[in-house]
């Protein structure tokens, strides 16, 4: 609006003007602030990721840095990515296996950005979403205490 315009309005119709201009200046700072905190969540997780590829990388049927987007989708079917049993009982004794799968699961669909370009939903892998709040594991103890799981 041009300066004269605003000059002819009453009272009443500039301050909807000025609203309408605040809620706008609001809006555009509250989309800054929403993707600032995407990209620190992003980065949290990414944090995850690394911890989850440190614990993989020698339980792993194939190099983590190596794989295709085929070996994901089908995650442990026929020659595809999984995680080796065998060294998995050697490596983590206590370990379970039921959780190194998601472990493994979650890595692949944080990574491949291939299939999900969404960076959001690829950080919900590993974190609640709108939060910095870990994801429990679904079959952990910790989730099934809650009645509850994914």
């Not at 980065?43 to 049927?61: G, M, V």
């Not at 799968?101 to 370009?117: A, G, H, P, Q, T």
């Not at 590993?126 to 939060?131: A, D, G, I, N, S």
């Amino acid at each position: 609006m041009d300066e004269v315009d605003l000059i002819k309005l009453s009272p009443a119709e500039l301050k909807k003007v000025q609203y309408r201009e605040i809620n706008e200046i609001n809006k555009e700072r509250m989309y800054i602030a929403v993707a600032v905190r995407e990209k620190e969540r992003y980065h949290e997780a990414a944090k995850l990721a690394d911890k989850d590829e440190e614990f993989l990388r020698p339980i792993a049927t194939k190099n983590l840095s190596m794989i295709l987007p085929k070996d994901i989708r089908n995650m442990c079917k026929n020659n595809n990515i999984c995680i080796d049993e065998e060294r998995f009982k050697k490596k983590y004794p206590s370990g379970d296996i039921k959780i190194a799968k998601e472990r493994l699961s979650r890595y692949l669909n944080f990574m491949d950005n291939y299939i999900n370009v969404n960076q959001i939903a690829r950080t919900n892998y590993y974190l609640e979403p709108f939060t910095k709040n870990t994801r429990p594991f679904s079959n952990s103890k910790q989730s099934q205490n809650n009645g509850h799981s994914r």
